[in-house]
């Protein structure tokens, strides 16, 4: 449905975007990570056609975004970082704009309001958009993305200063809407494209770092295991018993948890939590927790952003 | 592009820009109608019009300063550029809602005639012919202004800087005179709008008047579109 295929951008001496391809299939929810600065926004500016690569081409459902305009940003529907709102109209004369502007061919009245029912908008669409909270703001813009039906819907964080309610409610909309559009959705908040895409690209300085489904990125290159480890005793005392342990590669303490009991991270090669077991009992000392940490996907995300990947 | 038109239209008149560039206008008008054609007791109003192209060079920054700036500022250019409309379409609607905005303004001038017809017998050759040499001018004055807004985020630089323009250009004569040259100060003559302007103002409409303004707006229309779409390439 949107093929990015070799896309470069250069803004003067800097490079943002080096070379990008990724693909998304119809129907999947794409969850675009990366750090602020490292691209995302160009890429979707680029996608949508608001400007333009200095080589490479983006084609959406086909239809080349540089060479059949038209055609193509009639396929998307937009909601850039910031909404684009125009502040001085009421929320239903500027979603009548939209309506316009993208020549939409459906019944405009009930095509608007089915859309402001279902972002909760209709109490509010006679006001001014300027008068709105970030909240409402960001469902306008919402909303002029959802005009017209459109297949692909490019959203460039959409929960950004939503309350956790907010949050939840965007989630849960990102998800119905991902049952019969595809979705690029942009954030630096892991939970979010955890809790909603099917896919990961995960972009660093203008080149894609890691991409996949969640799980293959979860398990990509790594040879070590992590547990976390809450023990009774002396924080000293227990560090040299844990470094001690074969196949233990490093002993983090992460501090008193209660009252003399400190909470440890252990990595090591293999799975070493017998050999823990067997030798605390050995001591005075005593596991309270033991828990096969894993990787989170935070892990990965600040090892792949800072360029410490295996 | 009729979507366009209609909200920038209906924009001018949500914000105070509309009223207060109409009223401007109207009431520089009643004064110069009363000065001069009222108080003088003549039905001629050809230095009305002559006075008349100085308040517009002032007022046509106003109407063309937010048309592209403002967009730009608050990103509502995005909705657009990424709308299946082209470059060209948003110019031109642009333009025409700030065009329509001055024909509202020049509907005074038809008032004036009204009023001289109740007391004397108005040429309403000369006056409307004015109208169709303002909508001219004023087309012209505009595409330039549109240029300026399509450069710049700040809508206060683009009023400045379109201000600063029109006042250049209200100077060509007198910079024309000062070329020792005949070869360039014709040139440089033949760019002015003022003496084209003014004998419109009399009621002398030639051709190549027309031309020339049609030309210039079509010209600032084209690089205001062609600046926009380069931009996108930056």
């Known amino acids: 449905m949107i093929e990015v295929r070799n896309v470069s951008k250069r803004y003067g001496r800097h490079q ?4 990008i391809s990724f693909e998304v299939k119809k129907g999947d929810i794409l969850g675009f990570l990366g750090p602020n600065g490292a691209g995302k926004s160009t890429t979707m500016n680029i996608i949508t056609g608001y400007i333009s690569c200095d080589s490479g081409d983006v084609l959406i459902d086909g239809k080349n975004i540089l060479e059949e305009p038209k055609e193509a940003k009639s396929r998307i529907g937009y909601l850039p970082e910031i909404p684009p709102l125009y502040n001085d109209m009421t929320v239903i004369k500027y979603l009548e704009f939209m309506f316009r502007l993208k020549k939409i061919k459906l019944p405009k009245d009930e095509h608007i309001s089915k859309i402001c029912d279902s972002l909760s908008l209709t109490d509010v669409s006679e006001r001014i958009i300027g008068h709105l909270s970030k909240g409402y703001k960001q469902r306008v813009g919402l909303a002029q993305a959802m005009l017209g039906d459109p297949p692909v819907l490019i959203l460039d964080e959409p929960s950004v200063g939503l309350d956790p309610a907010q949050i939840i409610e965007m989630r849960n909309l990102i998800r119905q809407l991902g049952e019969n559009h595809t979705i690029i959705l942009s954030s630096h908040v892991l939970t979010e494209i955890q809790a909603v895409c099917d896919k990961i690209v995960m972009i660093n300085n203008g ?8 799980g293959q990125i979860m398990g990509t290159g790594r040879s070590t295991t992590v547990i976390r480890l809450v023990i009774e005793g002396r924080e000293q005392g227990i560090q040299s018993v844990l470094k001690g342990i074969d196949g233990v590669i490093r002993v983090t303490s992460l501090g008193e948890t209660e009252r003399g009991c400190y909470e440890f991270r252990l990595e090591s090669r293999k799975d070493v939590r017998r050999a823990v077991s067997r030798a605390i009992s050995r001591t005075d000392y005593a596991v309270m927790l033991m828990q096969p940490a894993g990787h989170s996907l935070e892990d990965i995300y600040l090892e792949i952003i800072s360029g410490k990947q295996n | 592009m009729y979507a366009i038109f209609r909200r920038e239209l209906a924009s001018y008149f949500t914000s105070p820009v509309g009223y207060v560039v109409a009223a401007a206008f109207m009431v520089f008008n009643g004064i110069f109608f009363y000065v001069q054609c009222l108080f003088s007791g003549t039905s001629n109003m050809t230095s009305v019009f002559q006075s008349m192209f100085f308040i517009e060079l002032f007022i046509i920054p ?45 509907l005074s001038y038809a ?7 109740f007391v004397g017998s108005p040429d309403w050759g000369v006056i409307i012919g004015n109208m169709a040499a303002d909508v001219l001018i004023g087309a012209a004055f505009i595409s330039i202004g549109l240029l300026i807004s399509s450069l710049t985020e700040s809508v ?9 323009a029109n006042v250049l250009i209200s100077m060509v004569d007198t910079i024309a005179s000062t070329i020792p040259w005949e070869w360039m100060k014709s040139a440089v003559y033949s760019l002015s709008f003022q003496s084209r302007y003014n004998s419109f103002a009399v009621g ?31």
């Open chain 2, 62 to 106: 106003l109407i063309t300063m937010r048309l592209f700036a403002e967009d730009k500022h608050n990103r509502t250019d995005q909705a657009l550029l990424t709308s299946p409309v082209g470059i060209a379409s948003i110019v031109f609607a642009k333009f025409l809602s700030a065009l329509a905005l001055l024909l509202i303004c020049l």
């Open chain 2, 111 to 117: 008032v004036d005639g009204l009023i001289l017809s």
């Open chain 1, 16 to 19: 943002a975007l080096d070379d």
């Open chain 1, 207 to 214: 080149k894609i770092a890691a991409a996949g489904n969640i």
């Open chain 2, 156 to 164: 206060i630089i683009a009023a400045v800087l379109s201000f600063a």
């Open chain 2, 204 to 234: 002398l409409v030639s051709f190549s008047d027309i031309v020339f303004f049609l030309s210039v707006t079509a010209l600032f229309l084209f690089i205001t579109d062609r600046i926009i779409d380069r931009r996108r390439w930056a």
